[in-house]
């Protein structure tokens, strides 16, 4: 594989682009590409994006944008982590019926008609989005196309890494020239011989498909990295991190999701986590008593002594593999500016990915020539 400067960058594109999590995993596949333009609506993220890449997202809503609005960049490679609420119980599993799949379907609706189409695909969602209606209609407007698809389902814990972030990943590369009506055929029927596979098609091993093939070349790492080496013990004394007694003995009948630094794994942190929802929205850390395991149920009022504190945006952000500036001689590390709130930096962190498992696929997957 050779992405030396004698080749041109690969052009891409990043939709529904938050903090950037797609952005800076190209930049760790190091694979020779750039972004020229990202769209997402949310301003704070889109302020986080600028601080970082200097380059002002696009915020009208992708739902309407239109054809010159993607032409114009003649990009060749698409970077995509639509919305998830459709595919979860929490938005009710509405699917192509939800508002908020509208940016994704719209897209999908103008991609074969675009003057300058991608050669190349990455999308991210939620577990379940494999399910769904969005997907199947992915598949068949990029199969239709002439893209060869991989889809899998992979969590960074198959990387070494102690954070459980089970996501689907769809990688898609152009193969066949339907301009020609025998391949447009021929993949058509192909196809639909794939969706007939349904969820059989999705791969749930690292490493899959070409990055199988690339034995020797694809680290398993099946080593897990200590959590320990995420913590950093000087937010333990930060006050606004530290969960309240009032919201822990509210909460009667649940079991806490706490772990030590000695733990193996974290689970998903999403966009409630550092909320007063505790339950469900990612792993609180204990920094007391030690020898003591409780997980709260039926008696929160036990929990009170262990020092139970929200991971800081720092530690989070880490889990999930983003540059940061004293890490990293990378040019874009991620650095929050100062007018975020520390829940407003976790929110957008929930809502992101895990840099590290985007570029194992960017670099194993979409490109691996
Ligand atoms: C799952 S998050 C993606 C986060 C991103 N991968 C990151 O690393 O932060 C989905 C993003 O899509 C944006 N979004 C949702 N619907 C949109 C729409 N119709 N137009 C533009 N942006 C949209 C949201 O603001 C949110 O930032």
Partial sequence: ????????????????????????????????????????????????????????????????????????????????????????????????????????????????????????????????FENSRSRSLLVETLGNMGFKIYECLLSPVQAGIPNNRLRYYLVAVKTDDTTNAAVANECKRRTEEYLQRGRDAVFTEWPFGPAADQSSAVAKDTATIPLESYIDHTFDGVASLYVSAADIVKRKNFEFDIVQPSSERTSTFTKAYGSKHLIGAGSLLQTKHMDVRENGFGAPEKLLDLGLRFFSPKEVALLHHFPLGSQTNKPYVLEFPENLTQRQQLQLLGNSLNVHMVALLIKHVLFTN
Wanted: net charge negative; glycine share 8%; proline share 6%.
């Fill in 1 to 128: 594989m050779d992405h030396s400067d004698t080749k041109k960058s690969i052009v891409c594109l990043e939709f529904f682009s938050g903090i950037g999590g797609l952005h800076y995993g190209l930049q760790e596949s190091g694979i020779h590409g750039h972004v020229v333009m990202s769209f997402d609506m949310n301003e704070n993220a889109n302020s986080v994006y600028e601080y970082n890449f200097k380059m002002r997202p696009n915020n009208k809503a992708i739902d309407y944008l239109e054809p010159v609005d993607i032409d114009t960049y003649q990009a060749t490679c698409w970077l995509l982590s639509p919305p998830c609420q459709p595919y979860t119980r929490g938005g009710k599993y509405l699917d192509d019926e939800d508002p908020r799949a509208r940016g994704l379907i719209h897209l999908l609706g103008l991609l074969p008609k675009l003057k300058h189409k991608p050669t190349h695909l990455l999308l991210e969602n939620v577990m379940n």
